[in-house]
């Protein structure tokens, strides 16, 4: 990619206020970011080679596009090779940063996203992405240099056990015992990475081991025993969930994000309209069924839509796609769904039953599922066998209707975060990707923003990982450069990782910025409100009273486009103005009220049956009628 100067920036700038404001005469050409080139994958001919390049020989032969990463002592042979390598290297400013940014990658493209450290604490730096790509079952390989092997074990400077450490967060991990060993255990961790349910792996390299010699040879024959995960389901399982299905009066099919994992959207689209059956969708899955189709209920769970928590609720039979039954969507679970028969789908055995009881397993993946369903439930209706859904549906249609998403304008004619996000959605449109931190404003996202495509919403779903978005944003960008890629954040967020901004400008990949600035931690001084008698202890962070840090300064320091908005009516045009600049990242401070709440609500650890609608406001049904 092309990389801007400190003078298109500065013309970058001037140009983003002149669109804020028309009076400013003011040159208004702007250029397009190139796109990287694709990878060559050179030549697997036996080559005499060291470790390291034996390492960056077989990220070619993967056909790695990018890695994010860091160099340091242990893993600094591997760089030296990368120096004349295809693959594109993206120096990040944290190790965090290339973590988020290898998930962010993955996500938006479906490949798998590569970050690079060095041992010890460049390592232990990792641990949190790693994690969070565990959760959200996100294919990713870390790849981290280690001490030599003599010194493993006796507390060399920056020895940490990484693979120890990421035992439990990573799919598998390989510690690389000799120099040979590299290109099969490359293959094998991105081919455990990305099949059966994704998910890190770890690949820890000693520095002996990078700069012994060795002979690189191309395609490795994989050592994996054990390890065949189930892609077709059972045909007698599949028949008696079909079965299930055309004799429910009140189904809802349960959709996660292994949905989206599996490519299986299409599927999913017509298994719905052929059966009827309302449709509701995880936060890891929003965009796996349009949000404007008649059949979706919208999001369960804490802060779902009021019919799809009734929907799930009140189901006499619940069919899971790629779904794990979290606590944020059961909510207290010994009281879930008291009436429905469970159908569990997943590619991962452990997951079934693990926290509902399941009246039929199918293990497999979730495109193959679906398509079997599809021609099982078909059979069941050429033989007369359909479910008669009309009373389910107009007691839905009459809690969607009641209870709509909203919100109320703030009472002290501060700007609405709510009314924010709503417009950017609507301004930029459902083709671009949005990329949420986590808190108030990953909620409002959620629920605002249209969803109609797959794949165009990335968040920290399972670990809820605050300093998400900017480098996720990041890695999105990289590997989407034509599409628009906007990150909304939180101003508690926005403070941990924003010293990615750095790498963007530097880089060339324009990522846009919402920064939702309420001043406070929000969602945790929320949870003050209503559960600690009003005691904000510890979640004011000044960046509204002191307007520390400012973060217009600080996007120009960092090389962006920093604008402003503190009222409704320049929300539009400020958007605008951003949406206009495709040469250097842009971040707005939306400068809005500090006591919005996410609503609805289900409180941590009450049943689904005790959801509030708004302060105060417990949504009113007639339980005779559902």
């Known amino acids: 990619m092309t990389r801007p100067t400190p003078e298109t920036l500065a013309h970058t700038a001037r140009r983003a206020r002149a669109a804020a404001d028309p009076t400013l005469d003011v ?136 693979q120890g450490i990421t035992l439990p967060i990573t799919k598998h991990n390989f510690l690389v015992q000799n120099a040979e060993e590299i290109p099969r255990v490359l293959a094998e961790a991105f081919h455990l990475a990305s099949s059966g349910r994704p998910g890190p792996v770890l690949v820890d390299i000693p520095k002996d081991v990078l700069q012994a010699p060795t002979t690189f040879t191309w395609p490795p024959t994989l050592d994996l025993p054990g390890y065949r995960p189930t892609l077709h389901p059972h045909g007698k399982q599949i028949r008696e969930a079909a079965r299930l299905m055309a004799g429910a009066r009140r189904p809802v099919l349960y959709v996660g994000g292994g949905v989206l994992k599996a490519g299986a959207t299409d599927g999913l689209r017509r298994l719905a309209e052929l059966t009827g059956i309302p449709v509701v969708t995880t936060l890891m899955a929003l965009g796996a069924f349009p949000d404007s189709h008649q059949q979706h209920l919208g999001m369960p769970g804490m802060h779902g839509t009021v019919a799809a928590v009734y929907g799930l609720q009140k189901a006499d039979l619940i069919v899971a796609l790629g779904a794990r039954f979290d606590d944020r969507v059961t909510g207290k679970l010994d009281s879930f769904a008291p009436d429905a028969a469970v159908v569990h789908a997943d590619i991962d055995p452990a997951e079934i039953g693990k926290n509902r009881h399941v009246d039929v397993p199918i293990v497999g993946d979730a495109k193959h599922v679906i398509d079997e369903l599809i021609a099982a ?11 008669d859904l009309g009373d389910w549906w107009t007691q839905l249609d009459d809690l969607r209707n009641r209870y709509p998403l909203g919100y109320d304008e ?47 919403w990335l ?168």
């Open 27 to 162: 040159d208004q050409a702007a250029t397009r970011t190139a796109a990287p080139a694709a990878p060559v994958v050179r030549p697997a001919a036996a080559t005499q080679v060291s470790g390291a390049g034996s390492l960056v020989r077989s990220l070619e032969a993967l056909e790695v596009e990018v890695v994010f990463g860091i160099p340091g002592g242990a893993i600094l042979p591997a760089y030296d090779p990368l120096y004349d390598s295809t693959v594109r290297h993206i120096l990040v400013r944290h190790e965090q940063g290339a973590g988020h940014a290898a998930t962010g990658y993955a996500q938006a493209t479906g490949k798998v996203g590569v970050c690079i450290a060095t041992s010890g604490p460049g390592a232990t730096n990792l641990v949190t992405p790693i994690a969070d790509a565990y959760m959200d079952s996100v294919a990713m390989v870390a790849i981290t240099g280690q001490v030599a092997r003599p010194s493993i074990g006796t507390d060399a400077f920056q020895e940490a056990d990484i």
């Open 377 to 387: 439930v078909t059979v069941e209706r050429s033989a007369g066998r359909t479910a």
């Open 410 to 456: 703030p009472a002290d004619g501060t700007l609405s975060p709510q009314y924010v996000i709503k417009r950017l959605g609507e301004i930029v449109g459902s083709d671009a990707i949005f990329v949420a931190g986590v808190g108030q404003h990953q909620m409002w996202a959620s629920q605002f923003i249209s969803y109609e495509k797959p794949n165009t």
């Open 459 to 626: 968040n920290s779903g399972g670990l809820g990982t605050m300093g998400y978005a900017v480098p996720a944003a990041m890695g999105a960008k990289v590997g989407k450069p034509d599409t628009v890629v906007w990150a909304v954040d939180g101003d508690g967020c926005f403070q941990m990782t924003n010293q990615e901004l750095a790498t963007c400008a530097l880089e060339g990949i324009p990522v846009k910025i919402a920064v939702i600035n309420n001043g406070n931690l929000g969602m945790v001084r929320q949870w003050q409100t209503l559960f600690y008698n009003e005691r904000y202890s510890n979640t004011e962070l000044g960046t509204h009273k002191h307007r520390i840090p400012d973060f217009v300064k600080l996007a120009e320091a960092l090389g962006c486009v920093g604008l402003r908005c503190e009222n409704a009516a320049d929300v539009d045009k400020t958007i605008a103005a951003a949406m206009e600049i495709n040469d250097a990242p842009v971040v707005i401070d939306f400068v809005v009220g500090k006591d919005a709440m996410v609503w609805p609500m289900v409180a941590a650890g009450t049943s689904n049956d005790e959801i509030m609608f708004a302060r105060g406001v417990r949504p009113a049904f007639d339980e005779d009628d559902i």
